[in-house]
C-alpha cells in the first residue's frame, strides 16, 4: 500500500529535480532509509546522479542558463522560472532554485519515511502550482488585451 504514494511522491520530487531525487533516494537506500531499489544505490548510478545534480545545481544559479536548462525541465517548473527570470536581479532566481532544492529533498525524504505525508504534501503542493499557472495565465492574457488596446489606440485610424 506504501507503494503508491512513494512512488508519486518521488516522481513529484523528480518533476522538480531528476537528478537530485534519484541522487538522494540512492544515498537514503545506502544508508538503510526506506525500501530503494538496490540499482539506485549502485557507485555509478550514485556518481553519474551526483554529477548532473551538481552540474543542474550550479546552471539553475546563471539566470540565463537556467532558462536553457528549464526549458528540457519540467512544464510547471519552466512556466514559473519564466516568470522569475523576468526580474532584472539574479537573487530571486538563486532563492527559487533553493527553494525547489529543499522542497525535492524534504519530498523524498518524507516519501521514504512517512509516504502518506509525502503524498498530501505532493498533492498540496501540486494544487498550488495549478493555481498559480491559472493565476499567471489569466494576468497574462489581461496584459495582452491592454497592450493590443494601446496599439490600436495609437494608431491612425483607416476609414
Known sequence: MEL???????????????????????????AGVGDVPHELTTG????????????EFITQKVPLLDSTWALVAHGLKAGIRLG?????????NIA????ED?????VVALALTEP????????????IGIGLVLYLR??????LVRRRARRQ?????TS
Not at 44 to 55: D, E, N, Q, R, Y
Not at 102 to 106: F, I, L, P, R, T
Not at 153 to 157: G, K, M, T, V
Open 4 to 30: 503508491v504514494p512513494t512512488t508519486v511522491s518521488a516522481g513529484y520530487a523528480a518533476g522538480l529535480n531528476a537528478y537530485g531525487t534519484v541522487f538522494l533516494l540512492g544515498l537514503l537506500g545506502r
Open 44 to 55: 555509478p548510478i550514485l556518481i553519474a546522479a551526483g554529477v548532473m545534480f551538481a552540474i
Open 102 to 106: 529543499g522542497v525535492m529533498a524534504g
Open 153 to 157: 489606440a495609437r494608431s491612425p485610424s
Open 138 to 143: 489569466k494576468r497574462i492574457r489581461r496584459a
Open 116 to 127: 502518506l505525508i509525502a503524498l498530501a504534501v505532493v498533492i498540496v503542493l501540486l494544487s
Open 96 to 99: 527559487i532554485s533553493l527553494i
Open 84 to 92: 522569475i527570470n523576468t526580474s532584472p536581479e539574479p537573487f530571486s
